[in-house]
């Protein structure tokens, strides 16, 4: 089991790269929420692929049909189906792949888990096109935060070797984070930026790919939001974040920085700020005891390369069993990272809004 | 909400630190597993405090009683309920914390989020002590996961500037992971582990407190244990291991190290050896596709300095809404870090466990 | 929240009556089920309405389109989504009904608790008709269950004044179930049916309505299937069961007729049949201690009338917060039972297929 | 896995009757309710056995000991565990039962389901003595549900050939619920109060039991809480009513009465009563589409005789895996209907305050 997120709001994903439709059952939507449609499609195309030399020239138009609980322009407070029908497949590309195991992606562990019946076309149910959902999802979600005047936005810290400013921990200005949602390649310094586009493109010349590092700040959070040990507002982040697809690390705050600082630096000592309890510092990015403390919340992702290169790869024959090789053909990104900046906040959106829900059964 | 973890086993944990008794239920467990309390003992040994110069004064024996579930020697199937009781307390210690926020803690958060009902003497039920409980559910668990013949180490990777090898991604015998539990300060290098000491000494010498990395590996985990998205390895264990205070950031194999290589470095090619397919190498940490993949289990968890230290720390006073300082008295652990060993490892154990049960669900 | 249920395999369903489209996510089957593609839409029509003049005119295909989950005719493992188009709807019929509260219908309490969001055509997502779903999953956990040779059958028990013989709690056989899935109209005795039959069509002669009593017993379940308290087999069975519309009263074995017994009278003694615990008598419907005990599982629910009528019924406005009457106009069943029989079967169904999977766990 | 209940608020129950302790930990308790002890000690005693003829002989005073999650007088929003130390036990009555299974009981099905291990002493974790913890918790929801002004009394309704009045649907004083729960025997008439306990003490006087009928009413619960389908309001109370043992039918408002009304008399037709929307009847029982309609909340629960009887019956011996006889000895109740009283009052006040939490979510 695996399709279903969230405790107050809850996400019911399904659907294959290669499938019919892939989409989401949104479970718990508070009735009344005006959802602007327009907003919506904003936040699909960011991630929607075919949009430049820099990602797959597959072109996925991800237009979103939504299927239920909305109704004369507000969610009904009945389950929402949004729904995406797949296009552009070229099925043909990937009957290799039911027998040889494509290195660093999820194919073999996928194989014995789902005994073989798993779909195998374009990763089938672990692709990465799964991940229009969630955006769908935390665009929803967003909108339900603004209310709050919550404000998320996230840039590529690195690209391999090329690194661009962090945020400032005590917080950005609404415009920084909003200028950020607007790029087509969220990064605080232009001109890094194009580094990293240079970067990415050579690793696409050389058949290859590259990782990287997505920093993401959340303002205006109020504090009160999360729960010392199994709810902790780390604990429910980081479940859905490592639900996205190459992310292999993630650190709240100075996160592995920590180790190398003394108790008497990292602590955030506090003080008064205009009535509002706040740090000197923000090394614990917005979050003690698992609770939003009112600073901003700061995390960082490690993403990995991208799996699918078109070089030849050593790999096992399922059917014949015995070592093979494999050349991936078709159509992949050579960096997956700024497409999945918008992913990244979805999942954070969506996520603060359970929690936001959640500390809402305790007002008086 | 917060208290209750897992999915095919659940655990239920409550209490204090000061309170009557803390202690957790846990249900769902199968009927017919032999427990060796004496083993149980020495899991719940290694992490409780008052054994060395390097931890907190504070002696908590943390017998454990079990109240329930278990019966001529078995696990009966229904909850099985430990209960530990609080002594050695010194609650006059605390009665400043009503007032006083202290830094690095969840003390403001917690303060929010409860309402100011919370039991604010020694961090209620904040305080790592509550990582007793969580030992005691994760040494029921690895003598689950020994019938699978699954072995769990870990080791601590650095304490501030000291670092020590890391595991061989590619496997350490049984015998290393078996003799780094056995260890008072579970290193691979006992010299290395002795610098940590000193570094660990000289910061409680200077009122001050440091903290580290641990490096955990699980070998022979079976493949096809986890899913993609929701219910990933990667999800389900960083859910819980950032319920552990002070883990602040986590990483899988190269984790953030994914970063800085390309897809070509990065992938895992496969093989078959003695039947079973194999990566010829394991940067993704026996993890893809959120799933095993028959390789070895690492994760690297960063843990924060103690908050706790006794120097005087800007901070404010609640009832006088004003900016104050507090110097907090009491004993404290200088580093968590070893501690924390055993803590990482049972909730290792337990979410292992608790994904292996999901997959015999499908079992023919 | 309301749309998800089940613990080993989870439903989540959504679509209002009026919508675009209804449909049910499927989480947590195991890959490698084959489905019946053919059985499945003979499920669905049974619970399809325009069939006979004993049902509503609205003519309803409940087509099925999978649109995930599901390749090259066997499960995948991952989420199975199952999607049926709306179609031959007359919404203009429903809009006096957004001010017009039905009586005997959802409409007040809905308005209250979605806050006036709600789609109120038909009943939006309160409608019947999202039993179509339920229907589908129940599809498939019939063909699951058939491997472990359990057989469901359900018949009218009663229709206003008009009853049948009940089954017999110590089994009936294969054929008779079977035999009773097969009939448009299922029961045991087919005169009865046809006085029933007669009682339908003279209230719907009168603009009026009437329900009854459907019965359903479920044999070849192993022992062993449920557990004390929360999730006894009586606990997830009644949840489900009160979940489909107009259920309003549930009985295992005897149920309330249990009150006029003695104790000595209605223990169900015991003995060994051909190797098996079996009961003399099987006065608690093969659930003891929320457990299935090898006998056969037995119970009646309760069904009002249908509470469209298209009589003058006394009610209110709440435009204008005023007393008024309301003539509902439009297409109704005059009696739902027949229509119902297949939904209690299926979400039957589901919950012995999601108790069987909980079993597994435990299976050396 | 069965030990848990709560979507908002978690119960989680452990013990056997003989083991050392039962008791419950309650999760998500809001923060800041104030708990009037004295209050909850004398729920706990209207459930304790030993307190008239009319009773088992066993005596335990069921004084809850609080081991967390409360402090200075109010809870503290972490959980909350009370726990029950078991005395009075005569565990060599029960070593019989680890072979010969007490017709009635679950001790067969239990057999099969926890695979021989669990604890066969009085029925260990099946034992009714849990329902001790349930009405622990519910003592705690009554206290929060009087913020709402919300009462629930219930009543013997009948025992085995004799029964009383129903309530008036439309609703019963405040006064006359409150005074069913400061009485022994719950009853509204005393007279047939009074034959139903001669009935069993006959009963008692035959080494036999009887069963009967509880009817609970709660008056003054919002309109709007629950939802359509699997969170109805009837699906979440019958599934917590079914694992109260020995229940065995519910029926909500006219529940099986349904099947002989017609729609016409059966639907409650509506108007205006001081602003508020009520019906003219109520034979709903307070729910329409799963959801409270602001009339009184009424249901029927019958309960099957005491299994544990003194005379001779036939049973299996699994030894043996032979025919045999059981004559059980120790001390029962000839009757559990007026011990189980304050238990469906119990888990009904939780269910009605986990959903009032649960509609506290969409509130503005």
Redesign the interface.
Known sequence: ?????G????M?????SH?????V?L??L???LKLDEEAIAKEMARRAPGQSALTTARKEKDAV?????F?EG????????A?IVNGDQHSKDYSILKDK?R????????Y????????YRGG???SAR?TAPLVFAGAVAKQALAQYGIVIGAHIA????VQERSFNPMGESDATLQGLNAKAFPVLEDAVGAKMQERILQ?KG?L??????IELMATHVP??????????L???L??????V?A??????????????????????????EN?A?R??TN???G????????MPLVFRV????????S?E????SLSK???TTLTIVGRHDPCIVQRAVPVIEAVTAWTLWDLI???????K
């Open positions: 089991m695996s399709g279903v997120f405790m107050n709001i809850k019911s994903i399904y659907g294959e499938g019919k439709a892939i989409g059952v479970d718990g508070p009735p009344g049909e939504i299927q239920s609980g109704f507000y969610t009904t407070g009945t389950p929402l189906c729904r195991m290195p660093g992606h999820g194919d073999y562990a996928g014995v888990r789902y005994q073989g019946f798993n779909d089938g149910h672990f799964l690195s690209v391999y070797d690793a050389e290859n790919s590259v990782g990287g590092v504090a009160g939001i999360g729960a010392p040990y199994f709810d902790s780390e604990s429910r980081s479940h859905v974040l490592f639900s697809p992310v292999k690390g993630i650190e709240f705050g100075d996160g592995f920085g920590f180790a190398a600082l003394t108790g008497a630096e990292a602590n955030d000592q506090l003080h008064y009535g309890v740090g000197y090394h614990n990015g979050i003690t005891g698992g609770i939003s403390n009112g490690a993403m990995k390369p991208t799996p699918s290169i070089r790869q050593k790999t096992v069993h015995a070592d829900l959640e500390a809402k059964k305790w007002e």
